[in-house]
């Protein structure tokens, strides 16, 4: 069993800046994904960015350019900086981690960014 513990969310300002970080429990090795995905109210939860053991990085087309993804594989964690913040980012963002068929999700932590 992993646990994922999310931090860094809260409020940000149209065209400012947050960052979020994402903490496992334990060392994480193996072939593997970790990543963000994001949930609007009554939509389903949808991809932001993902980040593999390899190093492959992957982004949804509305946060190229503004969205970063990176992981300190010493601290198992993963980070997503958030940057050019638009209102429609607002969300409550999900750390996931995967191991072929088996997921693990944080709890979620909320991101609300004002006009």
């Known amino acids: 069993q992993v646990q994922l513990v999310e931090s860094g969310g809260g409020l940000g300002q149209a065209g400012g800046s947050l960052r979020l970080s994402c903490a496992a429990s334990r060392n994480i090795f193996g072939i593997h994904t970790m990543g963000w995905y994001l949930q609007r109210p009554a939509k389903q939860r949808e991809l932001v960015a993902t980040?593999?053991?390899?190093?492959?990085?992957n982004y949804a087309d509305s946060v190229k350019g503004r969205f970063t993804i990176s992981r300190d594989n010493a601290k198992s964690t993963v980070y997503l900086q958030m940057d050019s913040l638009k209102p429609e980012d607002t969300a409550i963002y999900y750390c996931n981690l995967r191991f072929g068929a088996v997921s693990y999700w944080g709890q979620g932590t909320q991101v609300t960014v004002s006009s």
């Open positions: 980040i593999t053991s390899s190093g492959i990085i």
